[in-house]
């Protein structure tokens, strides 16, 4: 089992139904392969876990690469995982509103992901602060 965190960035603001749109088609490859994850979008920036057979995972990812939707990813961390961190979805999901569910984490490492900072621990603190928001914050 492998697991692969990263992050990328809309070329443009995504609407409910665009993102609506991206989670379904995901959520119906992801099944199919037995990929799980989970995505977050914050302020134009995708942090997204996958998990599955390292095969999988890179096909997604390379799919993910390629998408005209994106630009700037950045692959955090990509390697084997002892277990499964989100299970239970084919592709948990949350959009984050700055000041109303967000930590605010999450808004200072989409903004240094746009200026190429990003600190050598971010997919563990990553990995971490989304474990933990889906624990309690996603159904």
Known sequence: ?????????????????ELDTILSEARRR???VNI???LLYCGRT?????EGPQHQV????DRVYRDPRH???????????????FKDWSM???????????DNSFFELSRNALNYRIPK???GDLLTLMTSYASTKLS
């Open 36 to 38: 799980t994850g989970m």
């Open 92 to 102: 948990g999901f949350r959009r984050l509103h700055k000041g109303m569910d967000a």
């Open 58 to 61: 890179q096909a997604t990812l």
């Open 30 to 32: 992801n099944q199919a």
């Open 46 to 50: 995708f942090f997204q876990v996958l």
């Open 1 to 17: 089992m492998y697991r692969v965190i990263y992050i990328s960035h809309s070329k443009s603001s995504m609407s409910d139904d």
């Open 121 to 123: 621990n971010a997919a």
């Open 71 to 85: 630009y700037r990813m950045k692959v955090l961390s990509f390697g084997p995982a002892k277990k499964r961190r």
